[in-house]
T-cell receptor
Framework: GQQLNQSPQSMFIQEGEDVSMNCTSS?????WLWYKQDPGEGPVLLIA?????ELTSNGRLTAQFGITRKDSFLNISASIPSDVGIYFC???????????FGTGTRLKVLA | NAGVTQTPKFQVLKTGQSMTLQCAQD?????MSWYRQDPGMGLRLIHY???????DQGEVPNGYNVSRSTTEDFPLRLLSAAPSQTSVYFC????????????FGSGTRLTVV
């Protein structure tokens, strides 16, 4: 089955640094979602995007729906230790309830 | 608190045993689904349901059965456990329709020995 490519797979950053990650697909999506998963927990929805070019923020997090509708980006500003976790993107095709998930970006923040 | 409840949180099975992973939600969501999470593989859809009495297969359905007799419950049955089914299983629910994000349970960590 199709999965989305997330980049990078993992990253170590210093506390206070900004973080960027992206998600790419070979097909067009109508909705993009970004989730965060803490260790031992289920993913929690961070941001939802519904229109090409849309830019949406949630605190220090900003996500963008790519203009081509085949990609999406997530930025975290001024990272803190609690940003540690796995970040997943998910895309939804037109006319379907199902989401396709990316393989995840594992973030580790060094204090 | 409202949400998706999964039981058990941990389970060890012997090869060939069967068991049911329970999932219940109290948000009146029509759509429910089961995913498995394996290292480096992200979340893969096992089965899903768009309402009571309606289920369909996802991308990795072999070895699993589901039923949806009520809106609230969506159990996942392992028919004859195999070591390849060692994984973390997540149940998720949402309102039906385009653009609604999922609410996930906290997962069941299953080990098959």
């Amino acid at each position: 089955g199709q999965q989305l490519n997330q980049s990078p797979q993992s990253m170590f950053i210093q506390e206070g640094e900004d973080v960027s990650m992206n998600c790419t697909s070979s097909s067009i999506f109508n909705t993009w979602l970004w989730y965060k998963q803490d260790p031992g927990e289920g993913p929690v929805l961070l941001i939802a995007l519904y229109k090409a070019g849309e830019l949406t923020s949630n605190g220090r997090l900003t996500a963008q729906f790519g203009i081509t509708r085949k990609d999406s980006f997530l930025n975290i500003s001024a990272s803190i230790p609690s940003d540690v976790g796995i970040y997943f993107c998910a895309g939804q095709h037109s006319g379907t309830y199902k989401y396709i998930f990316g393989t995840g970006t594992r973030l580790k923040v060094l204090a | 608190n409202a949400g998706v409840t999964q039981t058990p949180k941990f389970q060890v099975l012997k090869t060939g045993q069967s068991m049911t992973l329970q999932c219940a939600q109290d948000m009146n969501h029509e759509y429910m689904s089961w995913y498995r999470q394996d290292p480096g593989m992200g979340l893969r859809l096992i089965h899903y349901s768009v309402g009571a009495g309606i289920t369909d297969q996802g991308e990795v359905p072999n070895g699993y059965n589901v039923s949806r007799s009520t809106t609230e419950d969506f159990p996942l049955r392992l028919l004859s456990a195999a070591p390849s089914q060692t994984s973390v299983y997540f149940c998720a629910s949402s309102y039906s329709g385009v653009g609604y994000g999922y609410t996930f349970g906290s997962g069941t960590r299953l080990t098959v020995v």
